[in-house]
């Protein structure tokens, strides 16, 4: 079987408040199911939702660099710097991504983890040491697990795809890439997904979106991203894939604040094993230790 893990940044569940919560707009397919107070519950494709905690027993608002590396670690990353730490990893943090990140754990079993996000040219001009401070728990991840990382040949070619699926952020930028609509990103991704036994692929302009408290915007970004999203999941064959979306702590899903939120976050599974993913799953810490065991058929202690 494969997995197909779909990050998304800075989502969480949140109130039916049509003024703070994009995902309560009626445009609104998907994640309009991310609203309701009944839980766990089915949803479109016949995909599960239900919310797990992102505050992992530690006082303070849920941050990226520790929920990130707690999901894609299953240790409790917030609990290890008693504190929730925002950004990008310290080297605490970077230590444990190299020694139990999901992608080594993968790799050791001789399984074919990949994370399939494109990066910049400068990326490959200075190298990750030299930028070390600047690279996010999935770059870390990514590095320390020697897999490969994927550049605008990849993207050319349709491999791989930019955390700005549509490519409009690097076009600004000067580059000469194919913008690409929200379908064809997530014909790519599905394609591009057959090729490997755990696929991860990250989305962070949901957390810009939050921070900005631009409601249109964020309507218009979550509409974009749901049509890549269902995209994927119509050329996918869920009887012998996992897709899994989760995130790392809320913020989109209440624009009245500019900061993270409290809230819970979702984990949606579609396809093979989603229930028993569901079952298994009660918060960040959950999620990497239930993959492993599902992927491998073997129960992980």
């Known amino acids: 079987m494969r997995i197909v893990f779909i990050f998304i940044d ?3 569940l949140g109130e039916n408040d049509l003024f703070i919560n994009p995902c309560a707009n009626p445009e609104i397919k ?38 990130q590396a707690t999901l894609f670690t299953g240790i409790n990353a917030a609990q290890l710097l008693n504190t929730h730490l925002s ?9 444990l991504l190299e020694k139990h990140s999901i992608h080594i754990k993968l790799k050791n079993m001789g399984k074919r983890p990949a994370f399939i996000n494109v990066y910049r040219p400068i990326f490959f001009e200075k190298g990750p040491e030299a930028l070390i401070r600047l690279l996010s728990v999935t770059s870390i991840a990514n ?5 490969t990382f994927f550049d605008f040949t990849h993207l050319h070619s349709e491999q791989a795809i930019y955390h700005d699926f549509t490519n409009v952020e690097l076009i600004k930028r000067g580059f000469a890439v194919p913008e690409f609509t929200a379908e064809k990103a997530g014909q790519i991704l599905a394609r591009a997904s057959q090729n490997y036994d755990f696929c991860l692929y990250e989305y962070f302009k949901t957390d810009w979106a ?6 249109n915007r964020a ?3 979550l509409v974009q991203l749901e049509q890549f999203i269902l995209t994927l ?6 009887s012998e894939t996992l897709v899994i979306l989760t995130s790392d702590h809320g913020n989109i899903e209440d624009l009245s ?35 492993i065991e599902i992927i491998t058929r073997k129960k992980v202690n």
Do not use: C, M, Y
């Open 143 to 147: 590095w320390k697990a020697d897999l």
């Open 257 to 291: 604040q500019k900061t993270h939120t409290f809230n819970p976050v979702p984990l949606v599974a579609w396809g093979k094993h989603s229930e028993k993913l569901i079952n298994k799953v009660e918060s960040l810490i959950d999620v990497t230790p239930a993959i």
């Open 87 to 95: 950004g990008f990893p310290n080297k605490i943090i970077r230590e």
């Open 219 to 221: 309507i218009q970004l």
């Open 233 to 238: 999941l119509n050329n996918i064959n869920l």
């Open 10 to 12: 800075g989502l969480g």
């Open 30 to 67: 998907l994640f309009h199911f991310f609203i309701t107070d009944s839980f766990p519950q089915k949803i479109l494709f016949g995909g599960v939702v239900k919310p797990i905690d992102a505050q992992l027993g530690i006082p303070g608002l849920p941050q990226s660099a520790t929920g």
């Open 210 to 215: 939050g921070h900005a408290q631009n409601l």
